[in-house]
């Protein structure tokens, strides 16, 4: 039912706005600069009050069932929202604050109305409006030139960034990787060991015994890789035109992947996570287009297709296999129309896999990695470190022995500063003692964090704050950061004195300096984080609430043909909440799967998957 009194609805606009004005001064920084100066406050009070006058005319109330999914997207948002701010001011989101819960509820009537507008009136009219637009006959051409010339055209940008970055970013694991099977002819099972033969196959193999140059072995590595990333966003543009998404949509996402200085830097980047992505990417997009694929090469074909990149996107990552089966299991639950697919896909990769991590492993001499407990409770190492390492805490003194016994550097939580990765916590990590007495760790982390329940909330807020907040004035202070940089560059990782490193010089500094002194400001400074607006729709919590929305959508339109590609990025979500710091690499699945998302929500009202 539409607000029709003139009067309440002023009344209203003005009680909201106020409430919205309150909000905005309490967690932001950009808003709270400027309101010290009373001009301002006004004028923006103003704006508020003609922004829900003017909603009102907009959206109408919607029936209890989407009211509560309204609210509860809202109160998600808002949670990280201030939670986010509080963090990145005080270095504590400050659970325990009135004034944190309070501002939380002052954020709900803002969010709510932005969060009706998009669902009632953003996806319906701004699909129409942008349908209108010239570029729209473009974005729907279907020949082949088209998409040959889009991938093109992805490539050759990103050939500078490779030319700057010469033979590639080395960087990240596969220095150690390499390091590892030359000095023991094995594999370390740390990492994944499809990646690692790939390394080994690029960089030792091809490169040294067949072109005498680990440089030309790297660079082989570097192309193919930047090949199968730049065809696996040729295939998104591609579906995004089989859907008929606006040409504006279209254009600037394929402006987003050929252009911005992120996606190159990924492309040339040799860690696992990159061809993980590419493989996602094929995986989710041939599922998409069951009947375009099943229409020109034939059922087979297609089974092919799927289980093929979906064994690839599990073995070629570690936590891969894990996303998943988590994708399977959630959406065997929750679908309906294809779960005998979905279960059968299951069945094929998990047979796969298990030939693969069982025998072949063995065959190919893949070592155990005897730490691996330690990777998975990040977290918990992270909490009880904050715990043991404060002063005012509720916490025994045989509590406090076996934290140290445990953790031995739990002490150095606040004394190093380095809470954002847990690294140098769980490397020290008594993995021996965990395995023989699981149950006693397990007891000890739920019983601390009982009696110290703001503790863990801090320290799991400052391990995984990139996921869920973006600061719109500037880059993450480096208790959110820690000492990694987002977006490592090979100028910043030289690993000279390293006898643990494979080395392999770089030469792009050397032919193109300028590209490469580009590279290194922008992976160090991040300057698009100091812009507002756009470091929120270049930061992963952009793609955080995009997502949130999706499901969103999912559930308001009752609409179940997307559960297993949206399980599947819940598996990814999960492991990054788990994880020990945050990286753009490992968050950018989901930046990839953005536009594809958004093309569902405008386009998957009235069409399906299985046509």
């Known amino acids: 039912m539409l607000l029709r009194k003139r009067s309440t609805k002023i009344l209203l606009s003005i009680l909201l706005a106020g409430f919205s004005t309150l909000a905005l001064k309490n967690a932001s920084i950009v808003v709270s600069n400027f309101l010290n100066s009373p001009g301002f406050v ?29 609210i509860t997207i809202s109160l998600l948002i808002g949670v990280c929202w201030v939670f986010g701010f509080n963090l990145h001011v005080v270095g504590s989101v400050k659970i325990n ?18 969060i009706a507008l998009f669902y ?3 996806l319906k009219y701004l699909n129409i ?44 694991d596969a220095g150690y990787q390499l390091a590892y099977h030359v000095a023991t002819g094995n594999y370390d099972l740390h990492q994944p060991l499809a990646h690692s033969l790939l390394l080994v196959l690029f960089v030792l193999k091809i490169g040294k015994e067949i072109f005498h140059s680990y440089h030309v072995g790297l660079l082989l590595y570097t192309v193919i890789q930047m090949l199968i990333l730049a065809f696996s966003f040729e295939l998104i543009l591609m579906y995004m035109r089989k859907k008929r998404v606006s040409g504006l949509v279209y254009i600037l996402t394929l402006l987003f992947f050929a252009l911005v200085p992120q996606n190159p830097l990924m492309a040339i980047s040799a860690t696992k996570n990159i061809l993980y992505v590419a493989f996602l990417n094929i995986f989710v997009i041939s599922f998409l287009l069951k009947n375009e694929i099943i229409n020109r090469w034939g059922i087979k074909s297609y089974w092919v297709i799927l289980g093929l990149f979906a064994f690839l996107s599990a073995a070629i990552m570690s936590q891969g296999i894990y996303i998943f089966l988590f994708g399977i299991i959630l959406s065997l639950i929750l679908e309906k129309k294809n779960r005998r697919q979905i279960f059968i896909l299951g069945l094929i990769v998990t047979s796969l896999f298990s030939i693969y991590n069982g025998p072949v492993t063995k065959a190919l001499r893949g070592v155990p990695y005897e730490r691996h407990s330690a990777e998975m409770l990040s977290v918990p190492i992270m909490q009880l470190s904050s715990v043991e390492s404060s002063k005012n805490v509720l916490l025994t003194n045989n509590q406090r022995r076996l934290i140290k016994e445990y953790i031995p550097n739990s002490n150095q939580y606040y004394e190093s500063g380095v809470q954002a990765i847990s690294d140098p916590y769980k490397d020290t990590f008594n993995s021996k003692k965990f395995e023989s007495n699981k149950l006693e760790f397990i007891k000890l982390w739920v019983k601390v964090g009982l009696n110290n329940f703001s503790k863990y909330v801090d320290a799991f807020a400052k391990l995984t704050a990139g996921i869920w907040y973006a600061p719109t004035d500037n880059r993450f202070p480096q208790t959110i950061n820690g000492p990694h940089q987002f977006i490592e560059y090979v100028t910043a990782y030289p690993h000279t004195t390293d006898p643990y490193w494979f080395h392999i010089n770089n030469w792009g500094n050397k032919i193109f300096p300028a590209g490469s002194k580009f590279l290194d400001w922008y992976t160090r400074d991040y300057p698009y984080q100091k812009i507002p607006i756009i470091s929120f729709l270049m930061s992963p919590a952009f793609s955080f609430i995009l997502f949130i929305l999706f499901i969103g959508w999912q559930i308001l339109t009752k609409n179940r043909e997307y559960v297993f590609i949206t399980s599947i990025l819940l598996g990814v979500f999960g492991t990054l909440f788990l994880g020990p710091i945050v990286l753009y690499r490992y968050v950018y699945p989901l930046i990839c799967m953005g536009p594809v998302m958004l093309t569902i929500m405008l386009k998957g009202r009235k069409e399906s998957i299985n046509g």
């Open 120 to 122: 009632q009136w953003g």
């Open 42 to 70: 006004v004028l923006l009070f103003l704006l508020l009050i003609i922004f829900f006058m003017g909603s009102f005319k907009l959206i109408t109330i919607p029936p209890k069932n989407d009211t509560l999914i309204y």
């Open 97 to 114: 604050s009135l004034v944190t819960w309070v501002t939380i509820v002052l954020a709900l009537p803002l969010l709510f109305t932005l």
């Open 129 to 172: 409006l942008l349908n209108q637009n010239p570029l729209e006959k473009l974005a729907t051409k279907e020949p082949k030139k088209y998409t040959i010339f889009e991938f093109i055209l992805i490539f050759i940008c990103w050939v500078p960034t490779l030319i700057a970055s010469l033979p590639g970013n080395y960087v990240y």
